[in-house]
């Protein structure tokens, strides 16, 4: 089958599109035939070898954590799930940009939602409910999102309106209407963070969310004023000041695929694809991920 590899750390021209043996279904999982998949930050991160110290890379490495299309295998010990089945979910380590990727965690996908979007689902349904859940954000709280126009953070405004949490959310000033449709309220993240979301939210502000890793860690501490409450996904220094950061995926994602996908059906989430990729331009794909300036998510499609 055709799949996107690398043999080194590089630029995006390491990216090579290869045929490979396709992979089989191991107990507990499920093989698709990928339509499409999301390209994510940790993909060029991981690629450029930004991340070796804690996440080395095996080569030759594959590309891609997340993907939708339709099931052909399925592993031993799997219910619910058959061949033909519409699903998306998370794949194997770095294996998703292929004709056929092994999913870990899956649900169905609903029959309006298009392959792009269900393809860049899983990464952003999963990190945002997980995070909102650790800092335990409740009805009539008030949240402030630095990093909320993209992929995490389109997810994040929306998982957190429809717990009821009022959204204050960082993004250049392009993307405040953008930001304004999600739900959230629009502030910039130029300095003077605090005096500005003062301004916006003088009641106070009860946690905060970091997803763009810029060195905002001080400044939602003093937003919040209590550290426990500020958590990042994205700055692995956040605990020097006292706020928390978390990087390992929950221990059951489906589960938050599965709540998503619900209320994609009923409406209330809708996922903004940038732009889709043929297969053959992953290399350009993330070489737009890496500027991180996008709105919502790419895509690539694959069949
Ligand atoms: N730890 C985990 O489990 C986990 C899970 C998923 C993702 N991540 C990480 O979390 C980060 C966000 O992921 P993502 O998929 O949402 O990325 P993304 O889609 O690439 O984020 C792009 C967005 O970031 C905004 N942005 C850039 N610089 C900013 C700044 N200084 N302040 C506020 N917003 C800024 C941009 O808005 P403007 O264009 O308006 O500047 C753009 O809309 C990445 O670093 C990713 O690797 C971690």
Redesign the pocket.
């Known amino acids: 089958m055709k799949a996107v590899q690398y043999d080194t750390y590089g630029d995006s021209d390491v990216l090579k599109i290869v045929q490979i043996d396709a992979p089989h279904a191991g107990p507990g999982q499920i093989r698709i035939v990928v339509h499409a998949a999301g390209v ?3 993909d060029w ?1 991981l690629r450029a070898g930004k991340m070796r110290d804690f996440f080395p890379v095996d080569f030759p490495s594959g590309v891609g954590a997340e993907a939708a299309g339709i099931v052909d295998e399925v592993g031993d010990g799997v219910s619910g799930t058959a061949v033909g089945d519409a699903v998306f979910g998370l794949a194997v380590r770095r294996t998703a940009m292929a004709e056929k990727a092994v999913l870990t965690s899956w649900t169905h996908k609903p029959d309006g939602m298009p392959f792009e979007v269900a393809g860049a689902l899983s ?2 349904a999963e ?1 945002a409910t997980r995070i909102l859940d650790l800092i335990a954000i409740k009805a009539g709280e008030t949240l402030v999102v ?8 389109s997810a994040v405004v929306q998982l957190a309106r429809h717990r009821g949490v009022t959204v204050i959310g ?3 000033e ?2 405040h209407e953008y930001l304004r449709k999600l739900g959230a309220i629009p502030t910039t ?1 130029e300095p003077g963070l605090p005096a500005r979301v003062r301004e916006i939210a003088p009641q106070g502000v009860d946690a905060a969310l970091d ?4 060195g ?1 860690i001080p400044d939602l501490i003093e937003i919040v004023r209590d550290p426990a409450r500020v958590l990042s ?2 700055d692995i220094t956040a605990p020097k000041h006292g706020a928390r950061v ?4 929950s221990e059951r994602p489906e589960v938050a695929l599965s709540d998503v996908a619900r209320l994609y059906t009923e409406g209330a989430f809708d996922l903004h694809i940038e732009r889709v990729f043929p297969i053959e331009q992953i290399a350009q794909a993330q070489e737009i ?1 890496a500027t ?4 919502g ?1 790419l895509v690539v499609r694959v069949a």
């Open positions: 994510n930050p940790l991160k990464i952003v990190s630095a990093g909320a126009a993209g992929g995490v953070g960082t993004a250049s392009a993307k993240y997803l763009a890793g810029a905002v996904i994205a978390t990087t390992s995926q991920s991180g300036r996008v709105a998510k």
